[in-house]
Nanobody
């Protein structure tokens, strides 16, 4: 089992920045990839950014150049640095870990960007 706890969400004005953190605990061996997803009200959950064990990253087109995903293996923590935030970034952000190709999810953290 893997436990994920997100933090760092909140209310920010357009153009501002936030950094999300995801603390990973439990069975951390065998993790294939980690990522951030988001879900706005009435919409499906979409990929925001992912990072593999090798450090390869992938971003949704809507966040490229503004968001950066990173991981600290020593601290078992995943980060998402979000800059130049826009009102359309408003959503619940979820941390995801793929362990032996089985997905685990955090409880989510709300990010609200005011115009």
């Amino acid at each position: 089992q893997v436990q994920l706890v997100e933090s760092g969400g909140g209310l920010v004005q357009a153009g501002g920045s936030l950094r999300l953190s995801c603390a990973v605990s439990g069975s951390t061996t065998g993790i294939n990839a980690m990522g951030w997803y988001r879900q706005a009200p009435g919409k499906q959950r979409d990929m925001v950014a992912t990072i593999t064990n090798g450090g390869s990253t992938n971003y949704a087109d809507s966040v490229k150049g503004r968001f950066a995903i990173s991981r600290d293996n020593a601290k078992n923590t995943l980060y998402l640095q979000m800059n130049s935030l826009k009102p359309e970034d408003t959503a619940v952000y979820y941390c995801n870990v793929l362990r032996r190709f089985y997905p685990y999810w955090g409880q989510g953290t709300q990010v609200t960007v005011s115009s």
